[in-house]
């Protein structure tokens, strides 16, 4: 049989199935377990209607709890073992967290993940912002969104192939290729260089790429919160003779800084996560390591369960401080 | 606003000009590998994509006739005559050369001195005269470079070998592997979530804050936490690496910003038309059904857009739960970083392959664009 066919009778039986279970465990709490009517009527209408929830709820939360919650406390508990030959595991404390603190490789994926945190959502935000504002009042403004938000749609690994190209290397006295060297030369630079080879350079240029998708998204956002100013600041602003960058400066940007600060944390949660695009582009090499890519690499090319679920704890433990502030604003907004 | 005091047609015009350099700077990239698609092997190693639209300039290696069967006599000497590019298409010459340390040594019509008598005349159209002794006249054709000037083409040949020759490299198996992981795990969690988001926004129970809160937490929990924990489990389970593992990673995966986007949509929904249903006597499946879903449906679509471009787009999920040694059911993700590593300077194979894997998820995008833009602005915790 066909994949796809599988895949579309997949969707038919899982269809059929979640519906079928919404509408009989609904029926079966009504009619069977709690009926509404005989001596207990009134009782069981709320006794029924105390479980209902817990029947609509079951499903995603059953999913969420194994497939989330379930992981992040064995992970914990894959940390602190060892696999031994036969499947076993025995408890190995710290000692795999000191081994991945002495491997020189991690301090160099974190070196490179706090320079990918500091500068991916700097540049994602400033550009989105720029763009957003520039394009705000324009004619055509929403056709230059819509490409610039484009990059969104593409794979982190179609997007690495399109930036493999500009970065393209050929010896020197070839025909360059790579628009990157091309350039290059042309304002004067002696040699090609192989970008993705030379350290600190490479990792710059890998960050290129995530800023290139993601500034599209910080525009979206940014856009829609500029839009949401009301119309009398800016106006008192200019009737009082500001400029147009002290408008922008010291009346618009000040309103959005909530809004900006979202989009920050949200390019941030994605910078801790970037694995593809090293693991297309430079697979870790020539000092461009990060930890999702060290991860990868320690759990399933090394096969250490131990040490690379301590480094997916070290992800964890970076993406707390957020975690704890969105569940902290999600819940002031609820109030 | 655009006619305010103190604004300035200047600014304007630098306004339009700093957009159109973005735009370029953004597209220029994509543009790069699209143009490259549509390119020969060769002509993508001759130029940058940047001088497709322009004629490319090539050095060709050509003979002449071989003179034991074509040689005339005149005198003395000894003459070939005829036209380089013998029976295929003519173009047009723009310089010569007998000798590899000087392909352009000639312009057209020039006559080549080469030595003790000998000389050979190529005109633009290819036409060439050859002279010489018996001796010099014998043996195998004179080589000669050919600098020509070729038109810009543009080929359709990578689309046909990466999709239906090429061996290998063929990306339609993987682009149906593709397709088979993304439908189920972009249905099943909307089933699943929209069940849950209506219960957090319309039901009243104990808890309800703090399960919301749950979500909140679990949409920025790194997936890779969960990769090892839950292969176990599947393994355990006899599931395996296969589909069914990876449609019920993406489910578990998609979940939480399904039931958070559901959740803040249908909690926005007018009450009066749900206390209404409920004073009618609907129950709420009813209530559900009838009413919630339909009123729901950008908020479904906006999650499905996601879901859909971050499945479709997905590697680490797809390498960790389905991709085996059998290569099977490799998706493209996969496929292109292979290509990556066994083609890695073949720009026609590797640009065709990313324009092949990126051609549905830029359609859905440009089509679809309202409910992205949407669930964006739904979807970010403010």
Request: aromatic residues 12%; hydrophobic residues 55%; without cysteine.
């Amino acid at each position: 049989m066909h994949p796809a066919i599988q895949a579309v009778l997949t969707v038919g039986v899982a269809v059929i199935v979640s519906i079928g279970y919404f509408y009989l465990s609904n029926v079966f709490l009504d009619r069977v377990l709690f009926p509404a009517r005989g001596p207990n009527a009134g009782r069981n209408i709320n006794r029924a209607n105390l479980i209902r929830p817990w029947l609509f709820l079951f499903p995603a939360f059953a999913a969420l709890g194994l497939y989330l919650a379930y992981p992040v406390v064995e992970t914990i508990r894959l940390s602190l073992t060892d696999r031994v030959a036969g499947g076993a595991y025995v408890w190995a404390g710290t000692d795999n967290y000191a081994q991945m603190l002495g491997d020189p490789k991690f301090w160099e994926a974190l070196r490179n993940n706090f320079f990918w945190l500091l500068i991916v959502p700097a540049a994602s935000t400033a550009f989105g912002l720029i763009i957003a504002q520039l394009t705000d009042r324009l004619a055509w403004g929403n056709i230059a969104k819509s490409l610039i938000f484009m990059p969104m749609a593409i794979s982190f690994v179609g997007a690495s192939v399109i930036f493999k190209l500009v970065y393209d290397y050929r010896p020197a006295g070839e025909e360059q290729i790579g628009i990157l060297n091309a350039v290059y030369l042309a304002l004067g630079g002696d040699a090609p260089q192989a970008w993705l080879t030379i350290p600190w350079v490479n990792s710059l240029l890998l960050m290129v790429v995530l800023i290139w998708i993601q500034t599209g998204f910080a525009m979206v956002i940014l856009s829609a919160a500029l839009r949401g100013i009301p119309e009398e600041t800016i106006e008192a602003a200019i009737v009082d003779g500001a400029n147009p960058w002290q408008i922008f400066f010291k009346i618009k940007v000040p309103q959005i800084m909530p809004t900006i600060m979202v989009v920050w944390t949200t390019i941030t949660i994605v910078v801790l996560k970037i694995f593809d695009i090293v693991f297309a582009m430079t697979n870790g090499q020539w000092g461009t390591q990060v930890l999702a890519n060290y991860m990868y690499d320690k759990l399933f090319r090394a096969n250490d369960w131990g040490v690379g679920s301590a480094s997916a704890m070290v992800i964890m433990l970076l993406v707390l401080p957020i975690l704890v502030w969105n569940v902290r604003t999600a819940r002031k907004e609820m109030r | 606003m655009d006619n305010i005091a103190g604004r300035k047609p200047a600014l304007g015009w630098a306004v339009n000009i700093s957009v159109v350099l973005l735009v370029a700077l953004w597209l220029f990239p994509t543009i790069g590998l699209l143009v490259s698609s549509f390119r020969t092997a060769d002509q993508i190693a001759a130029t940058g994509w940047w001088k497709a639209f322009f004629p490319v300039e090539q050095t060709e290696q050509l003979r002449t006739a071989d003179p034991g069967e074509v040689r005339a006599q005149e005198g003395d000497l000894f003459v070939v005559e005829g036209n380089i590019f013998g029976d295929g298409p003519a173009t047009t010459i723009s310089a010569w050369g007998v000798s590899s340390r000087d392909v352009a040594a000639y312009a057209p019509g020039e006559t080549a001195d080469m030595g003790d008598g000998e000389s050979f005349t190529l005109n633009e159209d290819g036409s060439y005269r050859w002279t010489g002794t018996d001796d010099q006249i014998s043996g195998r054709g004179q080589r000669v470079f050919v600098g020509v000037e070729q038109a810009p083409e543009f080929t359709l040949a990578n689309y046909e070998y990466m999709l239906v020759s090429g061996g290998n490299a063929n990306i339609s198996k993987a682009f149906f592997n593709t397709l088979t992981v993304t439908i189920p795990a972009t249905i099943i969690p909307i089933l699943f979530a929209a069940f849950a988001a209506y219960a957090l926004a319309w039901m009243d129970f104990p808890g309800r804050a703090l399960l919301i809160a749950f979500v909140v937490a679990l949409l920025v929990v790194p997936l890779q936490l969960a990769l090892i924990p839950l292969l176990k489990l599947h393994l355990a389970l006899g599931i395996g690496k296969g589909y069914l593992g990876v449609w019920l990673a993406h489910t578990g995966f998609g979940l939480p910003l399904a039931i958070y986007l559901l959740r803040n949509y249908m909690a926005g929904l007018p009450r009066d038309i749900i206390e209404n249903a409920r004073v009618d006597g609907a129950t709420d499946f009813q209530i559900f059904t009838r009413i919630i879903l339909p009123l729901s449906f950008p908020a479904l679509a906006s999650f499905a857009i996601f879901q859909f471009l971050w499945t479709w787009n997905d590697l680490l999920v797809a390498l960790v739960f389905l991709v085996d040694s059998s290569g099977q059911t490799t998706v493209m993700t996969r496929h292109i970083v292979e290509l990556l590593g066994t083609f890695g300077g073949n720009w026609e194979v590797l640009a065709t392959a990313a324009f092949v894997s990126m051609a549905v998820p830029l359609a859905v995008f440009f089509l679809m664009q309202r409910y992205l833009v949407r669930g964006l602005l739904a979807g970010s915790v403010k």
